[in-house]
Every structure is written in structure tokens, then in C-alpha cells.
């Protein structure tokens, strides 16, 4: 099993709907990250969370929120999903970062229609 | 603010040695991380480095110079699987990584 599972891994939607993308780990990491992909752009940090009492904002967070439920779960959300939230979406997680170290889960592709 | 440039597309043959550079400014720099990706999977760290100098794992390597704001990966004995996007990343004093745009590699038999 991958240390660091993203649900679901492919999503159509629409305008309007209300969606949540999950992430689970078992790295026993305290930190993740929500960050998300599109072409010729990088990967662009929504959020981050340094601990289960730890939420902080990234390059981009307008229009998503997170959840972190517990120390292995951490949810991103997207109240009212527009069309330019169609993305490639990554959920990370690492330890202090002293080795420049994230480990990245599978991805989850969202089209919002 | 935070910025880092690296080459959008870079195009090598087998068993070459290709460099893609990246520059960066960043407030509270800690290291410079690159990571590798096929074809929109996860990405997979390949090197870290904190201090100025070289560091190499295998066939690649990884240089910084933080007087110059600047690294580079050296990828030796290049091989076709080595085709795909490559990403530098820095750690700043915030405590998380910001990425660059990626550069495209392609490799040619």
C-alpha cells in the first residue's frame, strides 16, 4: 500500500458542487501539504499543516479550504468549484524538512465542467 | 517575494550530460530540492542541498551556490527514462518547499 493515499484519484464535477479531495498517510509525518499542479505553472502550495492544531495558508488558498482530522488525514475542499479549479491536485507530507524531503501522493485529477 | 526560473524545455541524446539550472529568490533560504516527474505522477525527491558545493547520488548530482542564488542537477550517461519534468524547489524559513515551473526533459535515442 502507498504511504501517502489521495481519494479520489479522478473527479468530474460541476460548476456550483461542492467537492472534497482526501489525503491519508502512514509515514507517521506531523506535516502536510496541499498543493496543486498545472501545465507549464509548477507545483503551487494551497495549504499546509505543521500539526493537527496547525493550518496555515499557501501561494493560493482563495476557493479551497482544508480539514486536518487527525494526524495521518488531511482534506482539502473546494466550496463551489469553478472551471478554473481544474487541476492536478498533490497531497504531501514530510517530517522537519531538514533533507528537503516530501513525500508526494499519487494525485488527484479534478475537472470541473 | 519568492521566485525561482529554471529552463522550461531541455533536449539531450542518450548518453549524454545535460544541466538545468535554476536561480531563485526567496526570503529565509534554508536549501534547494529537486524532484523528478513522469508524466503527471507523483513527484520523487532526487537531492537536497543546504550548503554551497556538490552533492551526487548515482548518475546525478546537485550543485548550489548561495552567494549566487543559484543550482544546478547534472544528469550523467543520460538514458530514455530519464525523460521527464524535473523541479527545483527551496526550503525557506516558513518551513515548506516553494517549486519552480519545471523543466521538460526530453531525451533522444
Known amino acids: 500500500d502507498a504511504d501517502v493515499t489521495q481519494t479520489p484519484r479522478n473527479r468530474i464535477t460541476k460548476t456550483g458542487k461542492r467537492i472534497m479531495l482526501e489525503c491519508s498517510q502512514t509515514?507517521?509525518?506531523?506535516?502536510m501539504y496541499w498543493y496543486r499542479q498545472d501545465p507549464g505553472l509548477g507545483l503551487r502550495l494551497i495549504y499546509y499543516?505543521?500539526?493537527?492544531?496547525?493550518?496555515n495558508k499557501g501561494e493560493i488558498s482563495d476557493g479551497y479550504s482544508v480539514s486536518r482530522q487527525a494526524q495521518a488525514k488531511f482534506s482539502l475542499s473546494l466550496e463551489s468549484a469553478i472551471p478554473n479549479q481544474t487541476a492536478l491536485y498533490f497531497c504531501?507530507?514530510?517530517?522537519?524538512?531538514?533533507?528537503?524531503?516530501?513525500?508526494f501522493g499519487e494525485g488527484s485529477r479534478l475537472t470541473v465542467l | 517575494g519568492q521566485s525561482l526560473e529554471q529552463p522550461s524545455e531541455v533536449t539531450a541524446v542518450e548518453g549524454a550530460i545535460v544541466q538545468i539550472n535554476c536561480t531563485y529568490q526567496?526570503?529565509?533560504?534554508?536549501?534547494l530540492s529537486w524532484y523528478q516527474q513522469h508524466d503527471g505522477g507523483a513527484p520523487t525527491f532526487l537531492s537536497y542541498?543546504?550548503?554551497?558545493g556538490l552533492e551526487e547520488t548515482g548518475r546525478f548530482s546537485s550543485f548550489l551556490s548561495r552567494s549566487d542564488s543559484y543550482g544546478y542537477l547534472l544528469l550523467q550517461e543520460l538514458q530514455m527514462k530519464d525523460s521527464a519534468s524535473y523541479f527545483c524547489?527551496?526550503?525557506?524559513?516558513?518551513?515548506?518547499?516553494?517549486f519552480g515551473q519545471g523543466t521538460e526533459l526530453s531525451v533522444k535515442p
Open positions: 504531501a507530507t514530510s517530517d522537519l524538512l531538514a533533507t528537503g524531503e516530501l513525500f
Open positions: 524547489a527551496v526550503r525557506n524559513q516558513g518551513g515548506k518547499l516553494i
Open positions: 499543516s505543521f500539526d493537527v492544531k496547525d493550518i
Open positions: 509515514k507517521g509525518h506531523d506535516r
Open positions: 526567496t526570503s529565509g533560504f534554508y536549501g
Open positions: 542541498n543546504a550548503l554551497d
